[in-house]
């Protein structure tokens, strides 16, 4: 037993029976003289409302993990997920005993029976036996090595058929942007490969950043998630062992460490010392970067006439970052402090001192604070600890303060006692590698009892998101609105939420929601003359977060509002839909969902949409629907002429479409939470948990999902049947628009030719003619028999010079072009409503050849 178990030395011994009656107080949750914080004993029970099962599946003959294994369960539950890049698994059932079979292609499956007990994690580690006669084992993926140097690779090759090894060759593979070694020879087992230098591991970082639209024409902080950093310095190589049996592959990495480029951060201006920084500058032809530090720093700029220098800041203080002679960022950096220290009645961390968030008791952030603290933010680490089997060093990464940085950045890996902690046999499993943590109940108030240095900086905290609080911008944060210490980026969030753990942030960047230029474009001044705060209330974050602040629909942002610039936006990041504050706890509740935004529905919804506004799924109604109010009998609005623009809601609840009654929603409409079943995830049965895993940021769906609630269907065959008919209506729109023309004889063009001058042409020197959307206007692209184009919004086509609106035959054409805008931009193929979209198309084809007659 640790002898800090034991009375103090000089003490006299307890008799042994008082001891076994102090143990069993202890053991039983009594508050024992142990715990200096208070706190109910070290083996206090915790409530934790989960079952789950982890493990790690590796390959029999190597000793690799398997990534890509998909976990098959019996009974259904929960979520079935696939391992990790490292082979690692992790999932969340309700209690019961389960069949798990772990299957991958080249792989004998496993199987095994476990019982899962509400409150415990269950270890489950599994061996796959590959079905390969021979085995090629390139090895272990080679990380953290220096760009330029050169690193050793070695194959090993088991023959299992009894064939003969013929010989073995190496090959790299370079992906578009990628770097490239040098490999010494690429005969034999071993191969010797020098790295590139760190300037093209750059080089290859902003050609994928640019790719991804995220190299922005604003001066700022690059965020940066761990899988940029991973990507970019990844060199990838195969080796095949050729035999008499055949040929047989292994793949392996070498990873470059690019610390020296940059770090993994959220972009804000308020950093640790020691964290390196890469910047960017707005688009221009040369570059002339300076850097005035505080006094006593060395540091200095690299790459500075590039548009994306990069610096270390060393020492506390502010650091000035000019262009062109020109002040661009002001950059403060300071020291991590974390502040918890205790725990609080309800046996969570409690955040004190006298710098700590203890002050947000008492002020306008105390409902954040007091969100977050009941959060599964700010209990992670103490609850991995104590319940969490294969909770590793590296997990600290995301669920502590300051990990990995410099020892003056003063994060938890540099307190002095962190290397004691790892060595802790108390807590930790050293016969295990890479070492894990044995959980016990009584884990964390150990630590906060002998290790309250490490515990401080434990949890989700305040400085994960805002950065370190011991540093000039914390001081300033009432005052100024601490812009250094606030950002809505997306990397805020995918620093930790990667794909290396989940892949949360890639999805978000695959997704529509992830334009940034689409973000600046619609708060631009010249943006058609439509105001800023009118398209960047749905369109960026900071103006959705605003909207919702004022709380009804029709109250307008204004034209001028200072934070909606093209150089400030951000596009629909994790912020619009989740409060990071409230970030839920699956801990404590299995079947709690992830908490979205709740705002008013029957303030911030079109009227027509509030008696049943979705669910959690009433949040993407605000943005996606139209304030339209169009039905059977809707006479043409005067000026009319802008498309329905993301009707979803309007299709789904049956509404806005000419020519059939208003209100005929769909069955989609009624499901749970609404858009949230089939975009995100489905919603489970009352009692099954809501575990987090098998969630889609992309927000897509296919039809094949449509199986999982409609099991006869075939939604391909379905959604292609009506997408052809819309189509058809396009094309019948096209046709009566094209009549109108040729009635009159001729068209003139309004403002369609250069320099917005008119353009006539008479019907037979038409080509062509299109529907096309012109983002703030439905519209035509008409053809010329010489090739000319002309894109021109239907307001603006005025067979025999007279609007299209002027006749009866042209305003049922534009009455028919909206439904089919409004078809088409709902983008469901008709699965929104299929029943909906029907008596659309039937009822404005009726009209459109009733017309024509």
Same mark, same amino acid.
């Given at each position: 037993?640790?002898?800090?178990?034991?009375?103090?030395?000089?003490?006299?011994?307890?008799?042994?029976?008082? *001891?076994?009656?102090? +143990?069993?107080?202890?053991?039983?949750?009594?508050?024992?003289?142990?715990?200096?914080?208070?706190?109910?004993?070290?083996?206090?029970?915790?409530?934790?409302?989960?079952?789950?099962?982890?493990?790690?599946?590796?390959?029999?003959?190597?000793?690799?993990?398997?990534?890509?294994?998909?976990?098959?369960?019996?009974?259904?539950?929960?979520?079935?997920?696939?391992?990790?890049?490292?082979?690692?698994?992790?999932?969340?059932?309700?209690?019961?005993?389960?069949?798990?079979? *772990?299957?991958?292609?080249?792989?004998?499956?496993?199987?095994?029976?476990?019982?899962?007990?509400?409150?415990?994690?269950?270890?489950?580690?599994?061996?796959?036996?590959?079905?390969?006669?021979?085995?090629?084992?390139?090895?272990?993926?080679?990380?953290?090595?220096?760009?330029?140097?050169?690193?050793?690779?070695?194959?090993?090759?088991?023959? $299992?058929?009894?064939?003969?090894?013929?010989?073995?060759?190496?090959?790299?593979?370079?992906?578009?942007?990628?770097?490239?070694?040098?490999?010494?020879?690429?005969?034999?087992?071993?191969?010797?490969?020098?790295?590139?230098?760190?300037?093209?591991?750059?080089?290859?970082?902003?050609?994928?950043?640019?790719?991804?639209?995220?190299?922005?024409?604003?001066?700022?902080?690059?965020?940066?998630?761990? &899988?940029?950093?991973?990507?970019?310095?990844?060199?990838?190589? #195969?080796?095949?062992?050729?035999?008499?049996?055949?040929?047989?592959?292994?793949?392996?990495?070498?990873?470059?460490?690019?610390?020296?480029?940059?770090?993994?951060?959220?972009?804000?201006?308020?950093?640790?010392?020691?964290?390196?920084?890469?910047?960017?500058?707005?688009?221009?032809?040369?570059?002339?970067?300076?850097?005035?530090?505080?006094?006593? &720093?060395?540091?200095?700029?690299?790459?500075?006439?590039?548009?994306?220098?990069?610096?270390?800041?060393?020492?506390?203080?502010?650091?000035?970052?000019?262009?062109?002679?020109?002040?661009?960022?002001?950059?403060?950096?300071?020291?991590?402090?974390?502040?918890?220290?205790?725990?609080?009645?309800?046996?969570?961390?409690?955040?004190?001192? /006298?710098?700590?968030?203890?002050?947000?008791?008492?002020?306008?952030?105390?409902?954040?604070?007091?969100?977050?603290?009941?959060?599964?933010?700010?209990?992670?680490?103490?609850?991995?600890?104590?319940?969490?089997?294969?909770?590793? %060093?590296?997990? *600290?990464?995301?669920?502590?303060?300051?990990?990995?940085?410099?020892? &003056?950045?003063?994060?938890? #890996?540099?307190?002095?006692?962190?290397?004691?902690?790892?060595?802790?046999?108390?807590?930790?499993?050293?016969?295990?590698?890479?070492?894990?943590?044995?959980?016990?109940?009584?884990?964390?108030?150990?630590?906060?009892?002998?290790?309250?240095?490490?515990?401080?900086?434990?949890?989700?905290?305040?400085?994960?998101?805002?950065?370190?609080?011991?540093?000039?911008?914390?001081?300033?944060?009432?005052?100024?609105?601490?812009?250094? $210490?606030?950002?809505?980026?997306?990397?805020?969030?995918?620093?930790?939420?990667?794909?290396?753990?989940?892949?949360?942030?890639?999805?978000?960047?695959?997704?529509?929601?992830?334009?940034?230029?689409?973000?600046?474009?619609?708060?631009?001044?010249?943006?058609?003359?439509?105001?800023?705060?009118?398209?960047?209330?749905?369109?960026?974050?900071?103006?959705?977060?605003?909207? +919702?602040?004022?709380?009804?629909?029709?109250?307008?942002?204004?034209?001028?509002?200072?934070?909606?610039?093209?150089?400030?936006?951000?596009?629909?990041?994790?912020?619009?839909?989740?409060?990071?504050?409230?970030?839920?706890? #699956?801990?404590?509740?299995?079947?709690?969902?992830?908490?979205?935004?709740?705002?008013?529905?029957?303030?911030?919804?079109?009227?027509?949409?509030?008696?049943?506004?979705?669910?959690?799924?009433?949040?993407?109604?605000?943005?996606?629907?139209?304030?339209?109010?169009?039905?059977?009998?809707?006479?043409?609005?005067?000026?009319?002429?802008?498309?329905?623009?993301?009707?979803?809601?309007?299709?789904?609840?049956?509404?806005?479409?000419?020519?059939?009654?208003?209100?005929?929603?769909?069955?989609?409409?009624?499901?749970?939470?609404?858009?949230?079943?089939?975009?995100?995830?489905?919603?489970?049965?009352?009692?099954?948990?809501?575990?987090?895993?098998?969630?889609?940021? &992309?927000?897509?769906?296919?039809?094949?999902?449509?199986?999982?609630?409609?099991?006869?269907?075939?939604?391909?065959?379905?959604?292609?049947?009506?997408?052809?008919?819309?189509?058809?209506? $396009?094309?019948?729109?096209?046709?009566?628009?094209?009549?109108?023309?040729?009635?009159?004889?001729?068209?003139?063009?309004?403002?369609?030719?250069?320099?917005?001058?008119?353009?006539?042409?008479?019907?037979?020197?038409?080509?062509?003619?299109?529907?096309?959307?012109?983002?703030?206007?439905?519209?035509?692209?008409?053809?010329?028999?010489?090739?000319?184009?002309?894109?021109?919004?239907?307001? /603006?086509?005025?067979?025999?010079?007279?609007?299209?609106?002027?006749?009866?035959?042209?305003?049922?054409?534009?009455?028919?072009?909206?439904?089919?805008?409004?078809?088409?931009?709902?983008?469901?193929?008709?699965?929104?409503?299929?029943?909906?979209?029907? %008596?659309?198309?039937?009822?404005? +084809?009726?009209?459109?050849?009733?017309?024509?007659?």
């Amino acid at each position: 037993m640790d002898e800090r178990w034991s009375p103090s030395l000089g003490k006299i011994l307890l008799p042994a029976a008082i *001891f076994i009656a102090a +143990l069993f107080l202890l053991c039983t949750g009594c508050t024992g003289p142990g715990s200096r914080h208070g706190s109910a004993g070290f083996l206090r029970p915790v409530t934790v409302v989960r079952a789950c099962v982890a493990g790690r599946v590796t390959d029999a003959v190597t000793g690799r993990g398997v990534a890509g294994v998909a976990l098959e369960v019996e009974p259904a539950g929960g979520v079935h997920p696939v391992t990790n890049q490292d082979g690692s698994y992790y999932a969340e059932f309700p209690d019961g005993t389960y069949r798990m079979r *772990f299957a991958r292609q080249g792989y004998r499956p496993a199987e095994f029976t476990v019982p899962l007990t509400l409150g415990e994690t269950v270890a489950r580690d599994v061996m796959l036996e590959p079905t390969a006669p021979v085995i090629v084992d390139a090895g272990r993926t080679v990380t953290d090595a220096t760009p330029g140097s050169t690193v050793t690779l070695r194959a090993t090759v088991t023959m $299992r058929d009894g064939s003969t090894l013929k010989g073995i060759r190496w090959a790299m593979q370079v992906e578009e942007g990628g770097v490239a070694g040098r490999l010494s020879g690429t005969d034999g087992p071993v191969v010797r490969v020098t790295l590139p230098p760190l300037a093209a591991y750059k080089e290859t970082l902003l050609y994928h950043l640019g790719q991804e639209g995220r190299l922005l024409d604003r001066w700022m902080v690059m965020g940066l998630v761990p &899988s940029d950093l991973r990507r970019a310095g990844r060199l990838a190589f #195969s080796v095949t062992a050729e035999t008499t049996s055949g040929n047989y592959t292994d793949n392996v990495d070498i990873i470059a460490d690019l610390r020296p480029l940059a770090a993994p951060g959220p972009g804000l201006r308020n950093v640790a010392i020691g964290a390196p920084l890469l910047l960017n500058g707005r688009e221009q032809a040369t570059y002339a970067w300076t850097l005035t530090p505080p006094d006593g &720093s060395q540091a200095t700029l690299r790459d500075a006439a590039t548009r994306t220098p990069s610096f270390t800041p060393d020492m506390k203080g502010t650091y000035t970052v000019s262009e062109g002679g020109v002040p661009r960022l002001m950059i403060v950096a300071g020291r991590w402090m974390g502040v918890v220290g205790a725990r609080d009645e309800e046996l969570r961390p409690r955040w004190v001192g /006298r710098e700590g968030c203890l002050c947000h008791y008492n002020d306008a952030l105390t409902p954040r604070f007091n969100a977050w603290r009941k959060s599964g933010h700010a209990e992670i680490f103490q609850q991995c600890l104590n319940t969490v089997f294969r909770y590793e %060093e590296r997990c *600290f990464t995301c669920h502590t303060v300051g990990f990995g940085g410099t020892p &003056s950045g003063a994060g938890i #890996s540099a307190v002095p006692a962190y290397e004691a902690f790892l060595k802790e046999p108390l807590i930790w499993d050293h016969g295990k590698s890479p070492p894990l943590v044995t959980p016990k109940l009584g884990n964390y108030d150990y630590l906060l009892d002998y290790y309250p240095d490490v515990a401080r900086r434990a949890n989700v905290q305040c400085e994960n998101c805002h950065g370190p609080n011991n540093s000039a911008a914390h001081k300033t944060m009432k005052k100024s609105g601490a812009p250094e $210490r606030i950002a809505h980026h997306a990397e805020v969030c995918g620093v930790c939420h990667d794909e290396s753990i989940e892949p949360s942030y890639r999805q978000w960047l695959a997704s529509n929601h992830a334009n940034y230029h689409l973000a600046a474009e619609t708060v631009a001044p010249e943006r058609g003359g439509r105001p800023a705060g009118e398209c960047g209330r749905c369109h960026t974050a900071q103006g959705f977060l605003a909207w +919702l602040d004022r709380g009804e629909r029709a109250a307008p942002l204004g034209a001028n509002t200072p934070f909606l610039t093209p150089e400030k936006v951000d596009p629909v990041t994790c912020i619009v839909c989740h409060d990071p504050h409230d970030a839920g706890n #699956s801990f404590r509740s299995g079947t709690d969902k992830v908490p979205i935004r709740a705002p008013d529905a029957t303030r911030m919804q079109p009227p027509a949409l509030r008696d049943a506004p979705g669910g959690r799924g009433a949040l993407c109604i605000i943005c996606h629907s139209t304030d339209d109010a169009i039905g059977a009998n809707t006479a043409l609005p005067p000026g009319f002429g802008t498309p329905p623009h993301a009707p979803q809601g309007d299709v789904t609840r049956g509404i806005n479409a000419f020519f059939v009654e208003r209100g005929k929603p769909g069955s989609h409409a009624r499901i749970e939470d609404g858009c949230i079943w089939c975009h995100v995830k489905p919603v489970p049965k009352a009692g099954q948990g809501y575990p987090r895993g098998g969630v889609s940021h &992309s927000f897509k769906t296919a039809p094949r999902e449509c199986s999982r609630c409609h099991r006869e269907l075939d939604g391909e065959e379905l959604l292609a049947a009506l997408e052809t008919d819309t189509e058809k209506l $396009r094309e019948e729109v096209e046709g009566a628009i094209l009549a109108e023309i040729g009635r009159a004889g001729n068209v003139t063009m309004g403002n369609a030719g250069r320099e917005g001058s008119d353009i006539s042409l008479a019907r037979n020197g038409i080509a062509s003619l299109q529907l096309v959307g012109l983002r703030q206007e439905m519209g035509a692209e008409v053809a010329d028999p010489s090739g000319g184009k002309y894109a021109v919004p239907l307001s /603006r086509i005025r067979p025999g010079g007279m609007p299209l609106a002027a006749t009866g035959t042209g305003q049922t054409a534009l009455k028919a072009a909206w439904n089919y805008f409004l078809l088409k931009n709902d983008g469901s193929r008709g699965a929104h409503n299929p029943a909906f979209v029907r %008596e659309v198309l039937a009822a404005t +084809l009726t009209r459109l050849r009733e017309r024509e007659k």
